[in-house]
């Protein structure tokens, strides 16, 4: 990672203190079997951010004026379990500096780590996934640190809702709230699955967007990608609703598998990045404060879930 900046924002608005949001670049990839190179993902979304025009046309902002650190990349190699640590830790640790914290990350698995942090952090929490693969079985291949599982945990002690599944296997149908899983074959005959979802979350959303929701016509380099998925228009409407309407108190994105002769993949990675910040502050004005209302008093009350000792 050479970035010295996001998307090369004057220093003033770059720097830890005065930022508002906090990105945590996160290179891992161990066990994608569809497409490799998941890995140089977050260089390819850093790089493509630099030529991004940081006026929104939509919310009438310029976002980046909030403030926006680059933090070192998380990037601990050693084994998934490791990684999963300090993403877990290092997410935290932005939390508690009273940061809106975002990731761009690179396998799916990596969400492990930030869904700990948030939930370890914020009461009632929904985790809004939005992507193709469930991936909510317990262990595939002797481990619980894998793509196949990554929300698995997050099914088990938040208020998951799935958006836009259209790949499992018929274990994960039984283990799946399917009153709260949107599958996208039904999403494409279903005018009313935005406000349902929407009704389904509690106040504090956590977003952890895979790539691989959105149509492969429009974002064919992602680590495992299927056709019938969302498209532009219809992924912003709903991000804005959700934005609007509940606490998004972070959010992560993952799965960009770039490719060296076709960039547009990672121009739609860096954009979407940007518009979802657009939407969290297109009604703060710069010099506001910021509170991201992470409750001290469930952390320190959450012994029985994720110790920072605990052992992956």
């Not at 804005?240 to 121009?267: H, M, R, T, W, Y």
Request: with cysteine; charged share 25%; hydrophobic share 40%.
């Amino acid at each position: 990672m050479t970035n010295n900046t996001y998307a090369g924002i004057p220093e003033e608005f770059a720097k830890l203190e005065q930022a508002k949001i906090v990105l945590i670049p996160v290179p891992f990839e161990a066990e994608n079997s569809i497409q490799k190179g998941s890995n140089k993902g977050p260089e390819a979304f850093l790089n493509a951010s630099n030529n991004l025009e940081l006026y929104d046309i939509e919310t009438d902002t310029e976002v980046y004026q909030q403030g926006i650190y680059l933090a070192d990349a998380v990037d601990e190699n050693n084994s998934p379990e490791a990684m999963v640590d300090a993403v877990h830790q290092t997410t935290k640790k932005y939390i508690k500096k009273n940061k809106f914290v975002t990731l761009f990350g690179s396998e799916h698995v990596v969400s492990i780590g930030t869904i700990r942090a948030f939930n370890d952090m914020y009461p009632s929490l929904t985790v809004l996934h939005i992507g193709a693969h469930a991936n909510l079985s317990k262990s595939k291949n002797g481990s619980f640190i894998n793509n196949a599982c990554a929300l698995h945990e997050a099914n088990q002690m938040t208020n998951l809702i799935q958006v836009g599944v259209r790949s499992m296997s018929a274990n994960e149908k039984t283990i799946a709230d399917v009153e709260k899983t949107y599958f996208a074959h039904e999403m494409a005959v279903d005018d009313t699955w935005m406000d349902s979802a929407i009704d389904q979350m509690t106040d504090n959303v956590f977003i952890n967007f895979n790539l691989n929701a959105l149509d492969i016509s429009i974002m064919p380099n992602t680590a495992a990608p299927l056709p019938g998925g969302l498209f532009w228009y219809e992924t912003l409407d709903f991000l804005k609703q959700v934005f609007a309407e509940k606490n998004v108190v972070g959010f992560d994105i993952v799965e960009l598998c770039p490719a060296i002769k076709q960039k547009a993949s990672d121009f739609l990675a860096a954009k979407l990045y940007y518009k979802m910040l657009s939407y969290k502050f297109m009604d703060e004005e710069v010099g506001d404060d910021y509170d991201n209302t992470y409750d001290n008093s469930k952390q320190k009350n959450n012994a029985s879930k994720f110790n920072d000792d605990d052992e992956y």
